[in-house]
Structures are given as structure tokens and as C-alpha cells.
T-cell receptor
Framework: DTAVSQTPKYLVTQMGNDKSIKCEQNLGHDTMYWYKQDSKKFLKIMFSYNNKELIINETVPNRFSPKSPDKAHLNLHINSLELGDSAVYFC??????????????FGEGSWLTVV | DAKTTQPNSMESNEEEPVHLPCNHSTISGTDYIHWYRQLPSQGPEYVIHGLTSNVNNRMASLAIAEDRKSSTLILHRATLRDAAVYYCILRLYGQNFVFGPGTRLSVLP
């Protein structure tokens, strides 16, 4: 079983469209994350959720709206897509938010291309 | 965010040991040192982590300096599959995992 799974893996869409990426973890973790990796390969945190509550929003445009229906799911909805949104989006999870010894598990990534 | 410093790139020959260094001079007592790696076209994966003592697992060893201001990830016998970007991360209590640029490891056959 895949620990952190995200869909779709590849997504090509036109500017101005709205799209969603779904993420599920079966590890029983409390904390989930969205990271963005751009063409320069830097991996940047976007959002952190703990027990379905948003705890970190790293100055991401409000066109990006995460939603966590339960602890095992964290979806990312993007409105009015722009060319600069093209990137790989990684979902991740960790057991808890606070403990610095906890490890983080990543999904395989969703490759978003905006044309 | 706690900072780590790693070389941009390193090369190794296949079947030889690799020592990947990381400096983290601002580390505090409760910060864990984590190492992750990212293979091409994949998400980052956990390698090893530690607090004060050296750690070993099936993938690698982590050697932590006595003052904890630096650490070294040791791959005992590099394979072609170990070619990846290796990230050294300080995880602070209640803070995100912050990824730097990492070290790109090339393994030569």
C-alpha cells in the first residue's frame, strides 16, 4: 500500500482554469503538508495542516485553497491557474506537528503544467 | 528557519564509500538532524535522522560531531541508484521541514 498517494500524477491545463490535486495518507498521521518544487528544483512549503486545522500558510496566493475533510486527506484546489503555477506539487505527512524527531513521508508528486 | 550548509555537488565511484557533509552551526539542543534524498522524478524519501549520537540503519550512517554543529551522512557502498539530491535538514520543535538546495550526488560506474 502506498503510504502517501496523490492524484493526478500529471496534469496539463490552460491558463485561467481551476484544478484540484487530491492527497491521502494511510499512516494514521496527524499532520499533512503541501510542498511546491519549481523548475529550479527548490522544494518550498506551502501549507501545513494538523488534525484538519491549518497551522502554516507560507504566503501562498489565495488562489490556492487547501481543504482537509479529515486527518487522512488534504486536497489542494487552485483557481485561475497561471503559467507560474507550473511545478511539481508534493503532498506529505508526519506523525505530529511538534515533535522534531518525527519523520516526514512524501507522495510521488503531481506534475502540473499550465499552458 | 534553521540553516544548513551543504556542498552543491559531489561525485563518487560506484562501490566506494561516500561522505556527505553538512554544517549547522546554529543548532540548538532539541533540534534533530534529518537527511532525506530525492531520486530523479520522485518525491523526497527519508534516509536517517539523529539528535546527538551516531545512528546506523540499512541505508546509511549518520555521524554527528560532538558539538553538533556539523554532521556527515555516510553511504558505505555507493550504487548507481544512490545518485540523487541529498538534503540535510534541521527540524526545530513545532517548525516545518525546511529544504535547502541539497547536495547533488553523482555516482560514476
Amino acid at each position: 500500500d502506498t503510504a502517501v498517494s496523490q492524484t493526478p500524477k500529471y496534469l496539463v491545463t490552460q491558463m485561467g482554469n481551476d484544478k484540484s490535486i487530491k492527497c491521502e495518507q494511510n499512516l494514521g498521521h496527524d499532520t499533512m503538508y503541501w510542498y511546491k518544487q519549481d523548475s529550479k528544483k527548490f522544494l518550498k512549503i506551502m501549507f501545513s495542516y494538523n488534525n484538519k486545522e491549518l497551522i502554516i500558510n507560507e504566503t501562498v496566493p489565495n488562489r490556492f485553497s487547501p481543504k482537509s475533510p479529515d486527518k487522512a486527506h488534504l486536497n489542494l484546489h487552485i483557481n485561475s491557474l497561471e503559467l507560474g503555477d507550473s511545478a511539481v506539487y508534493f503532498c506529505a505527512s508526519s506523525l505530529t506537528w511538534t515533535a522534531s524527531g518525527n519523520t516526514i513521508y512524501f507522495g510521488e508528486g503531481s506534475w502540473l503544467t499550465v499552458v | 528557519d534553521a540553516k544548513t550548509t551543504q556542498p552543491n555537488s559531489m561525485e563518487s565511484n560506484e562501490e566506494e564509500p561516500v561522505h556527505l557533509p553538512c554544517n549547522h552551526s546554529t543548532i540548538s539542543g532539541t533540534d534533530y538532524i534529518h537527511w532525506y534524498r530525492q531520486l530523479p522524478s520522485q518525491g523526497p524519501e527519508y534516509v536517517i535522522h539523529g539528535l546527538t549520537s551516531n545512528v546506523n540503519n540499512r541505508m546509511a550512517s549518520l555521524a554527528i560531531a560532538e558539538d553538533r554543529k556539523s554532521s556527515t551522512l555516510i553511504l558505505h557502498r555507493a550504487t548507481l541508484r544512490d545518485a540523487a539530491v541529498y538534503y540535510c535538514i534541521l527540524r526545530l520543535y513545532g517548525q516545518n521541514f525546511v529544504f535547502g538546495p541539497g547536495t547533488r550526488l553523482s555516482v560514476l560506474p
